[in-house]
């Protein structure tokens, strides 16, 4: 295991990694108070986090007439992530840093084949491409989250079967989850200390969903798939979702499905374009 993965091998580093990125700038006795940690585990854990480059120490906070502090903050750029939104007519590549804060992005047209292995080739490209685009090192990317409506459409095996090959691809740790699901934590970890740390997103992209995060960790409910409502029956004789059922609030209530709705009411032009197009 290498020093940068063993640095958050357990929960509690990644939990002490969490508390200095929502503080900005804190000391290990702050950290202890937080995490309600001893501060020999503390100092330990940091030390990891010191040692793989996550985290660095930036100076003293004012005393308080005994030893002065020394204060931690995240090393934004020591680490990247990059996501993959997939779409029906595009794929949207974006790079984030530690911090959250997005580096910069890249879309292209979305792959025609839907099979695992060739549309894997096509993301790899994409993620290589925007990567050099940013002069960001592969080396430096933690991994690569997949989330949209084309990963892809409620077939569960192509779905794993596409992870694990862009997975060998790129020789990068993959995940895969609901557009909603990635939003809320795209939401919740560029934040600061004072945001809440139980919340939900209303998702209305090519999905329609809740991503709900509950005391700074994703909720996913007893099932897996709490906030999944998109394919909730909201009208029985409405159109055929692409779930298979009728009247899903996906195929009745998505910003796509509101615009064709008004086009075939006249409401809009044939001819308009849309955002949810």
């Known amino acids: 295991m290498t020093m940068e993965l063993s640095a958050l091998a357990h929960p509690s580093h990644g939990r002490i990694l969490d508390i200095i990125r929502a503080a900005g700038q804190i000391s290990r006795v702050e950290i202890a108070q937080e995490s309600g940690m001893t501060g020999a585990s503390v100092t330990n854990i940091v030390r990891l986090l010191l040692q793989a480059g996550l985290v660095r120490e930036i100076g003293y906070a004012e005393s308080t007439g005994g030893k002065r502090r020394t204060l931690l903050s995240i090393a934004p750029e020591s680490r990247y992530a990059v996501g993959v939104h997939l779409q029906h007519e595009s794929v949207t590549y974006t790079v984030s840093d530690l911090a959250g804060r997005l580096v910069g992005r890249r879309a292209s047209p979305a792959a025609e084949s839907q099979e695992p292995e060739s549309m894997a080739r096509r993301l790899a490209v994409g993620v290589e491409a925007v990567l050099d685009d940013l002069d960001v090192q592969k080396s430096s990317v933690y991994g690569v989250g997949i989330a949209g409506s084309r990963t892809l459409d409620h077939d569960a095996r192509t779905r794993v079967d596409l992870v694990q090959a862009l997975s060998r691809g790129l020789a990068l740790p993959v995940v895969d989850d609901r557009e909603a699901v990635a939003a809320a934590i795209g939401e919740f970890w560029p934040g600061t200390a004072d945001q809440p740390s139980s919340f939900a997103v209303l998702s209305l992209g090519e999905e329609f969903g809740v991503g709900l995060v509950n005391s700074g960790s994703v909720w996913r409910g007893a099932s897996g798939n ?42 809009l032009a044939d001819s308009t374009s849309s955002a949810a197009d």
């Open 226 to 267: 709490a906030g999944d409502i998109g394919h909730v029956t909201a009208d029985p004789g409405g159109p055929v979702c692409v779930c298979g059922r009728k009247g899903c609030l996906q195929a009745v209530a998505s910003p796509a499905a509101v615009v064709a709705q008004a086009r075939r009411q006249g409401v």
